[in-house]
Each structure stands twice: as C-alpha cells, then as structure tokens.
C-alpha cells in the first residue's frame, strides 16, 4: 500500500499492455485475484485477502476507525482515490461516515494492524450507474485497507444515551471501558496536534468520572487512579493551548490523588515556569528531581528555571537600584 511500507502485489500483474481485455487465454488481473481471495457473504459480492494479519478482537459495531485505503479500477495500477498520503486520515464513525457499503461491511471483519484487499462487486461498491468520470458503470473495483487503530465510540454513544442515574446503574468494568475509550479518541487528537478536540474528550471522561456516585470505596479508588492519568491529560493539553493556570489547576488535581507523582511535580512546574512564578516552579521540579534525578526533562527544565529566576531577581534588584538613586536625587 503506497504511503505505508507496503507494496501491492496486484502491481505485478496489472498491467493493460502486458494482459490486454481482448486476450481470453489468460485470466484478467481482477479474475486472477479472485483465485486467492475468500468468499465473506456467500454471495461472491464481497472477496477478501489478507496481506498482513491483524491483532485483538475484530472492529465493533458502530466504532470509529482509522484506516488507510486506497481504490482500483481493473489494469489500473493508480487508484481513483487514496488518503495513504496523509499521516494522519481522519477517524471514521461506522454507519455515518464510510459511504461505500461493502467497505463498511469489510471492516468489520478486520482486526487492527490488518492490511488486506477487497474485491467488490458493483452492487456494494458504486452500483449500475458507477460515480463517472472516475468510476464507470458496474465496475468492479479492488481496495486495499489498512486498519490503523480502532475505537469501540459505540459503546460510548450508547452510555450517553442513558440518565444519569441509569449511567450510575453501569456496572463499573464497563464504565471504565467507556472512558477509557473516549481518552484513548483525546489521545489520538492530541498525537493529530488537534488539542481542542483532545480537550474536550478528555473533560467529558473526567466530568462522567467526577460525576459517578461511587457505592464503595474500593470503586472510589478505581475512579481515582482512572482519574489521574487523565488530570495529567488534561494539564499538559492546556500547557500546549496555552494556558498554564488552568494546567496548574489540572496539575494540581492530580497531585491531590497522588502527592509523588512526578508527571504531575513537573507539569505544575511548568505551569509555574510559564506565569513567571519561579519560585514555586523550582519547588515543584525539586521535589521531582529528587525522585527522578536523571530524568532529563526535570533537569532541563530546572535548570531553565534557575536562569529565568536570576534574570528576574537581577532586573527587581535594578529597578529597586534605580529608585533609590532617583529619591536619593530629589
């Protein structure tokens, strides 16, 4: 698949001047796939071949899905439409998004880190009419999928569809699941560089979690440890936004639930650092280093720190210099 490492065997045998439409002593490139390619519905409307075989469960119904693809017609060794040039494609939510019906029916059957082909016949692809000017009529068509990552989201959609007191209800292993789903969604915008959607997944999970009436203690801790990764989330989502008080709060949040972590000892020294609050920043990245003292971060940053506070205390003692000259003047 061009854009990922992986090239396309088709690319051997699709070629119009090597196997022409007219020759019928040699099987067309589509009718020589067909050969190693199975059978999903029954029906021969759907054909698949797996390249790279995936991990884990196959796609959920109702997920969001992050695939690279790439669509051919026959003897074309050049898709009609491709997003392998992007690193990033955008996720798309099964039952909304993928409008081809034997694309969407095709995932499901894939697991993530799957690379295969499909073989569609034109009745779950682009029909009698086709799509002209690319796509002729009642085309067959080849796709190569890579399925990149996946979410369970419908699950997620389903939880938030119910009351709040019906989410209370959730037994919690599966409310667990649905917020830990919507951070791992935060975290791929965020790894997108896209940090107010990232925000907004990861305030949602919070706010679900903050909102949870917990019956025992030993699930108020669960919710607590499910918190803090996501506290330090959110703290290092504002820092690239922006904005270190808000940072500094979400820093602190998360000391609350755990005083030696250092994630968060160095979050809030950034959020320090940023407000020119140098004093408390050092304090922070301080007590960080003496649990990481070679993390090389705390050091750098401590040391960036240090400087910024001499600098700052140099130009008071300055200023403070200048003034007494001017009374001692008048």
Do not use: W
């Not at 045998?13 to 090597?18: G, R, S």
């Not at 560089?193 to 979690?209: E, F, G, I, P, V």
């Amino acid at each position: 698949m061009s854009g990922n490492g992986l090239i396309s065997s088709i690319r051997r045998f699709i070629n119009a001047d090597e196997h022409p439409r007219t020759n019928n002593s040699q099987p067309s490139p589509f009718e020589h796939l067909r050969q190693q390619m199975d059978d999903l519905l029954g029906d021969e409307g759907i054909l698949k071949e797996v390249v790279q075989p995936g991990v884990g469960p196959p796609v959920p119904q109702n997920a969001s899905v992050l695939i690279h693809y790439s669509g051919f017609l026959e003897y074309s060794d050049q898709p009609f439409e491709s997003n392998t040039y992007t690193k990033y494609p955008q996720m798309l939510k099964l039952g909304r998004d993928v409008t081809l019906a034997g694309l969407e029916l095709g995932l499901y059957t894939m697991k993530k880190g799957e690379f295969c082909r499909f073989l569609f016949q034109p009745r779950y692809a682009f029909g009698e009419m086709g799509c002209p000017p690319l796509i002729p009529a009642a085309a067959t068509v080849l796709y190569e999928v890579q399925l990149l990552d996946f979410f369970d989201s419908g699950q997620v959609d389903e939880f938030l569809t119910l009351s709040p007191e019906e989410q209370n209800t959730v037994p919690l292993s599966r409310f667990l699941d649905v917020v830990g789903t919507l951070r791992s969604l935060g975290n791929r915008c965020f790894k997108q560089s896209r940090y107010y959607n990232a925000k907004d997944r990861y305030k949602q999970a919070m706010t679900l979690m903050e909102s949870r009436a917990s019956q025992s203690q030993a699930e108020k801790e669960s919710i607590k440890t499910a918190l803090l990764p996501l506290y330090l989330n959110l703290s290092l989502t504002e820092l690239r936004l922006d904005s270190p008080q808000k940072a500094l709060k979400y820093g602190n949040k998360a000391l609350k639930i755990d005083s030696n972590n250092t994630k968060a000892l160095f979050r809030c020294g950034q959020a320090y650092q940023e407000l020119q609050e140098y004093e408390s920043a050092q304090s922070c990245l301080i007590t960080a280093q003496a649990k990481r003292p070679f993390d090389t971060d705390i050091n750098n940053l401590l040391r960036k720190v240090a400087l910024c506070y001499k600098d700052n205390l140099d130009k008071e003692k300055d200023m403070y210099s200048k003034m007494c000259k001017e009374l001692r003047g008048q």
